[in-house]
């Protein structure tokens, strides 16, 4: 049997370091119908030349500026045909037989849209990585997490999350999705820049009833971090506005219009969290967030996505407050929470 076609697509930008240490893994995955494409978000390293000299076999796909995370990968993907794209960060280094587990579990039901592999890190591999981990969540307040990954304790993998299981969003640095289902939903919105684009992308594919899974008999190491420091005020500045963003698109405006203040009630915690930690830019950051948020929902330039089914697909989402768990109640790790 003929295997579907797949389009492993880095997005690179100033990347060589990273091209130079993880591609080789990349270009040796042993899957029969594989094509490989970096995406050049204009850098302006030496990374073009460096696949031309080393890897003519990858496809080089340049953008004519840096369109960040979103755009950039917009406007490659507009340029790839295959029935499956793995969007995939360039500081992973995958293991042998990483593609194939993924690709027969999305076959296996056509309701599959968006699955992601096991992702550990590549500075302690024998953790979970912080940015995917064993499978996505959100709670009911809109807060993501992790199973083996909430806030900042990452759990060791014991073969605890070697299952495949529903979840309510796939990490960004390996996500594979069905093409079709790209193209529906017009990829990823190209307002989120970076951070948290890929949960607004598989929020509003379950929003028409597909479903995204994780793949634990697939597994990536990621090295985090690679584009913006854990530490960026431009980070926190994406984190918090890109949030709001998610509510303001995916929920209901009955409950939008309150989860809304709710939140930026919250954020007031955070900014004064992070001005107590001496973190002043990072708290400006927030204010930030918050000015341009209201300015967007003033403008109507965002607004609630009427693109649902009767349906939706609400598994992997929390009914419980994630803060209340961790912070108060103690529950670090998945198994703990109240319901999982």
């Known amino acids: 049997m003929e295997h579907p076609s797949v389009a492993i697509v880095i997005l690179n930008w100033n990347g060589q370091n990273y091209l130079e240490k993880f591609l080789p893994s990349v270009f040796n995955c042993p899957y029969p119908n594989l094509q490989i494409i970096v995406g050049d978000n204009d850098s302006t390293d030496k990374s073009c030349d460096f696949l031309t000299d080393n890897f003519p076999l990858v496809k080089v796909i340049r953008n004519e500026r840096n369109f960040g995370f979103a755009e950039g990968y917009n406007k490659v993907l507009a340029q790839v045909q295959a029935d499956y794209y793995i969007l995939l960060n360039s500081d992973v280094e995958v293991t042998a037989g990483w593609i194939k587990p993924v690709i027969d579990l999305m076959e296996s039901d056509n309701k599959i849209a968006i699955a992601q592999p096991k992702i550990k890190s590549l500075i302690n591999k024998n953790q979970f990585e912080y940015a995917g981990a064993a499978g996505c969540f959100i709670d009911k307040w809109a807060y993501p997490f992790c199973r083996g990954r909430i806030f900042d304790f990452v759990e060791e993998d014991k073969g605890q999350y070697d299952d495949n299981k529903e979840i309510f969003w796939a990490a960004g640095c390996a996500l594979f999705i069905k093409s079709s289902v790209w193209k529906r939903v017009n990829g990823l919105d190209e307002r989120f820049f970076a951070h948290m684009e890929e949960i607004d992308l598989c929020w509003r594919v379950k929003n028409l009833g597909y479903k995204v899974m994780y793949c634990g008999q697939s597994m990536i190491y990621h090295v985090g971090g690679g584009t913006l420091n854990v530490e960026s005020p431009f980070k926190t500045y994406l984190n918090f506005r890109n949030n709001h963003y998610l509510i303001k698109k995916n929920i209901k405006p009955s409950r939008a219009n309150f989860l809304i203040p709710f939140r930026f009630c919250l954020d007031f915690l955070a900014i004064i969290k992070f001005m107590a930690d001496g973190k002043f830019k990072n708290a400006a950051a927030v204010s930030k967030a918050h000015i341009h948020v209201i300015k967007a929902f003033y403008n109507n330039t965002v607004k609630y996505n009427r693109d649902v089914s009767k349906t939706p697909n ?23 929470l109240r319901e999982n």
Not at 327 to 336: A, E, I, Q, S
């Open 314 to 336: 609400l598994v992997g989402m929390y009914n419980k407050s994630i803060v209340i768990d961790y912070f108060l109640l103690g529950n670090k790790k998945f198994k703990n």
